[in-house]
């Protein structure tokens, strides 16, 4: 073969290769620096790109997606002196490329080096406690010096989350009692106010009990009241009713005599009649009228006769 053909060949060859070299397709969520003769040129964004042979270059492939930084326990220093590990996670996200790239030389270790040191600044100026009970300000001022820090460098820092606080081990021991101790002073306190809640109850019931007793017994009270008050009104309304029936009686009796006009002699015997009824041998001294005693001298002499 001809040495002109075959160079032709090996040319072509190798124009073809340096031009699908230059061909790129920038997937979603990513983006690429380009650098022209070593400065910044350029970022490509989603799509399909061709660059210069020889001129362009690829300086950085960069994540647009939000990303997660899990560093390893710190150790930090409260406020009462006490020594304890705090590992972090920070969830942030590249927002400038070109600052990225270019801002700081290594920005993952600049971001670990740069939490450990914000991380230790807070706790500081915190006392145990107030480490222990207070993460999500800590979270929060700990976000917002971070994302002020690497604004330059094309970092937002969305969020920071302690993820473990470890303090030593005597310190946990004596926070484990005093959660016990604690915890046994809140059932104690739970029992007594049982036990009074309790107390109060059954006094609330016997309280109710002898008021509804009271009652009762008022109530019945009343009701026997009312029943002897009801049988004297009978007892009186029978007596009265009887009474009533003796005088229509007596009247009756009056109305029958006046009716028969009955001689004197007759009255003279109901009189004598009358008198010993009266006297049926209890009266001690008897005073009879005149007029009676001369009826009942007739009436011996009548006797007398009769007996002749």
């Known amino acids: 073969m001809d040495p ?47 660059k210069w042979p ?4 690829v300086a950085k492939k960069v994540t647009l997606m939000e990303q997660v930084a899990d560093f390893p326990p710190q150790p ?15 969830f942030f996200q590249i927002t400038d490329c070109k600052l990225y790239t270019y801002g700081v030389e290594s920005p993952m270790s600049a971001i670990e080096n740069l939490t ?26 700990m976000r917002s010096i971070l994302d002020e820090a690497t604004d330059p460098w094309g970092i937002k820092v969305n969020r920071v989350e302690l993820k473990n606080i470890m303090p030593p081990r005597e310190i946990q021991d004596a926070m484990e009692k005093q959660m016990k101790a604690e915890r046994e002073r809140r059932e104690q306190i739970l029992r007594a106010e049982g036990e009074k809640n309790s107390t109060i109850l059954v006094a609330e ?5 002898m008021i509804l007793d009271a009652e009762a017994q008022k ?13 004297r009104i009978r007892e009186a309304e029978g007596e009265a009713e009887a009474i009533l029936k003796v ?8 109305r029958l005599i006046n009716d ?14 009358a008198f010993e009824k009266a006297a049926d041998g209890q009266a001690t001294k008897i005073i009879i009228p005149s007029e009676i005693q001369s009826l009942a001298g007739l009436a011996t002499s009548l006797k007398e006769l009769t007996q002749e």
């Open 260 to 273: 028969a006009a009955p001689s004197d002699k007759v009255i003279a015997i109901k009189s004598l009649e």
């Open 4 to 50: 002109i053909i075959i160079v032709l060949l090996v040319l072509a060859l190798v124009i073809i290769v340096t031009v699908i070299s230059c061909i790129n397709i920038v997937p979603q969520a990513r983006a690429y620096v380009i650098e022209r003769l070593g400065a910044y040129h350029t970022t490509w964004n989603t799509g399909f790109h061709l």
């Open 219 to 231: 109530q019945k009270q009343i009701l026997l009241a009312e029943a002897q008050k009801e049988a």
């Open 76 to 90: 930090v220093i409260t406020k009462d002196n006490v020594k304890m590990q705090i590992d972090t996670v920070i």
């Open 54 to 57: 020889f001129i362009d270059k």
């Open 247 to 254: 005088q229509e009686a007596t009247a009756a009796g009056i």
């Open 116 to 141: 450990a040191t914000t991380l230790r600044n807070i706790i500081g100026e915190l006392e145990l406690d107030s480490t222990l009970t207070s993460r999500d300000i800590i979270n929060t001022k």
């Open 205 to 209: 019931g016997r309280k109710q009990a």
